[in-house]
């Protein structure tokens, strides 16, 4: 019996990067265009409708049919799966994924309490115990007791899309926006909270550095993972400039994604994060 890893399409993995990974798309819509994400509607193409489109986009949570085929699959093959959602607090997506496994053995659904790089970083964790040979009972239960020291930390170019979203007013937006207001957010507990915010982008990287020391540090023999959002990777470049101190004697490279449509909707272009699994306590 082989191990397979699923994840969504808000883990921000794309399953060309290994072939033991299945990824069931989520849905965005433009209007009346709907497309899965990263399957018909690249990462590239959604910002460049985004940043074209007035109205905000809406993106859905799979369903418990879209699993259910590649569950089919995998017990007919009599695969074990391990299935790594976004939060299920802020999507159906993990109860889609537990609905569908009802009716099939051999299937763990685990809810990161994440989403994207975070997501990502729990997935890769995933399939590095998956490679070292470990029963998938046993990457089950460490991925549940590992994914509480995961970390992600985020840094925003624009208000705009929050404002846009209903999440914050359109006073708050303007006054930022000439203030030059780069939040910084975190999830905690499978939420999104605010962490601070920061004037320009040097004082938003800045400030973005502090919070993961504060967290304890980077875990570098784990996955960490840093992502951003938009056509561009020139602020993320810059926030790795900035933030050389990080990484110059502990990491010979840097993994980078972009971030999709599930939280590129919400955040906008002009984003960057960074996920990494926190040193433990001695």
């Given at each position: 019996m082989s191990i397979r890893i699923v994840t969504d399409s808000a883990s921000d993995i794309?399953?060309?990067?290994?072939?033991?990974?299945?990824?069931?798309?989520?849905?965005v819509r433009f209007g009346d265009e709907?497309?899965?994400?990263?399957?018909?509607?690249?990462?590239k193409e959604f910002y460049e409708k985004l940043i074209e489109t007035e109205e905000l986009p809406i993106?859905?949570?799979?369903?418990?049919?879209?699993?259910e085929n590649v569950y089919k699959e995998a017990h007919a093959s009599g695969d074990a799966l391990i299935v790594i959602t976004l939060s299920?607090?802020?999507?159906?997506?993990?109860?889609?994924?537990?609905?569908?496994?009802?009716?099939?053995?051999?299937?763990?659904?685990?809810?990161?309490?994440?989403?994207?790089?975070?997501?990502?970083?729990?997935?890769?964790?995933?399939l590095r115990l998956k490679d070292s040979g470990m029963e998938a009972e046993?990457?089950?239960?460490?991925l549940e007791r590992e994914k509480k020291n995961i970390r992600l930390v985020a840094l925003l170019d624009t208000l705009e899309y929050l404002k846009k979203g209903g999440r914050i007013?359109?006073?708050?937006?303007?006054?930022?926006?000439?203030?030059?207001i780069k939040p910084v957010i975190a999830i905690e507990n499978g939420e999104v909270v605010m962490l601070g915010k920061a004037r320009g982008s040097r004082h938003g990287n800045n400030l973005l550095v502090q919070k993961i020391n504060e967290s304890g540090g980077i875990d570098f023999d784990k996955p960490y993972i840093l992502g951003y959002t938009g056509l561009s990777d020139a602020l993320l470049r810059k926030y790795i400039a900035d933030s050389e101190?990080?990484?110059?004697?502990e990491a010979d490279s840097l993994e980078i994604t972009t971030v999709g449509a599930v939280i590129g909707t919400h955040v906008?272009?002009?984003?960057?994060?960074?996920?990494?699994?926190?040193?433990?306590?001695n």
């Open positions: 794309s399953d060309s990067e290994r072939k033991d990974v299945t990824v069931i798309p989520l849905k709907e497309f899965m994400d990263g399957v018909d509607i690249s990462h993106t859905s949570q799979a369903t418990p049919y879209d699993f299920s607090k802020l999507s159906g997506t993990y109860q889609s994924a537990v609905i569908a496994a009802a009716d099939y053995g051999n299937i763990y659904v685990v809810d990161s309490e994440n989403v994207t790089v975070g997501e990502h970083a729990l997935v890769e964790l995933a046993d990457i089950v239960s460490a007013s359109k006073t708050a937006a303007v006054a930022g926006s000439l203030l030059s101190a990080l990484w110059r004697d906008g272009p002009g984003a960057i994060a960074v996920a990494f699994f926190a040193k433990a306590e």
